[in-house]
């Protein structure tokens, strides 16, 4: 029998749960022709997300191209995937494929090579000489083809920040949105895990996606949706579990999505019949080796005074530049403290909001408490 547990992927369908209001806040503002822009810590759900509302728009009234900043390091090649992906989701048959180089571009005249599947499994063929005359053209496709189909396309960036990371970040940001901004039937979603990187993009007033969208910060799934999910999939499998047991579930793991789901699954792979403590135990502590040799290259690129930094927080020092807690935690001077709390912050390990400090993964958090400090 499989697992009724997702994790380290995107999920929809049947392991999609909740996340009722934030559906219907990106589908309107899909209709509506407003940007959309998502900021959660990392594994919170934004992928499963966006891809879940492509989903549900089963009448094809818009069609979604997805692209992820993960793997892309050019200019060049953020033009090539945005241009094969927004080809992709406007085609279905090979012939409109073909026919696409000449009725959606003047300046360019790509060329396509085909796999097993035409539709789905395409290469395009353009030098980076043609297509940095051509940027416009490139651009402005998506809404070129919505406009000469009659259809809406949304063009959803995973990752967005690393857009920062491209040489020459400012000017191409200035010159998508140069563009992006004129575009009626076509609709920007644009997602991202680390905060720092992509508030700076969007509130910054001297950046060229000030103020792009909508933007809103993902919560966490309330806890009532988890425990219907994990005990029906508990009880459908003909598994049992408390009530009493799925709340420590939801308590272990801060309620975070992915971690929640990891143990479920770790748990309902070590039941038999009924989950016990016991069970409960070992399946947390699976959940912890799985994911050490990750925290551990977390605190490989920390410095010492950092990771002490880190203690005296663990130890629920607030006041960190008081002289009694830089000397007994060893955290060098209030300039070392500050600089490093920043840092912390900037990295995304620390969600700081004035006195307010806590650790963004949960796990990892218990981690250093308990296996490494
Ligand atoms: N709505 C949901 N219902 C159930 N599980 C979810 C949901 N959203 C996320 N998860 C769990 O969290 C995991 C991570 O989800 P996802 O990859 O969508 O997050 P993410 O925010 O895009 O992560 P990353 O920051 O790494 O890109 C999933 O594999 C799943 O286990
Ligand atoms: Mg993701």
Known sequence: MSSPFRYGKIVTGDHFINRSADIQRIQNNNSAGI?????????WGKSSLIKQVEQLNTDNELRFAFLDFFKI??????LTSYMREVIRCSISRKEELLQAGREFFRKLSPSFSFGADPVNDFTLKLTWSEAKKAKDEIINLPEVIANKRGIKIVVCIDEFQNI????ESVLFEQELRSYWQYHNNTTYCLYG???????ELFKEESRAFYRFGDLFLLQKIPEKHWIDYIRDSFSKTGKKISKDIVHKMISHTSNHPDYLQQLSHNTWNNTDSEVTEEILSESMDLVISSNTL?????????STTQINLLKAILHGERRLTSAATMLEFNLGTPRNVSKNKKMLGTKDILEIHGDMIHFN??????WLKHFYL
């Open 361 to 366: 993964d949960p796990i990892f958090e218990y």
């Open 164 to 167: 920062s990371k491209l040489p």
């Open 73 to 78: 390091r050019t200019e060049e090649e953020f």
């Open 193 to 199: 895990s680390r905060k720092h990187m992509m508030l």
């Open 294 to 302: 990750y925290y551990q290259d977390i605190c490989e690129g920390l």
């Open 35 to 43: 940007n959309t822009i998502l900021i959660s810590p990392r594994r």
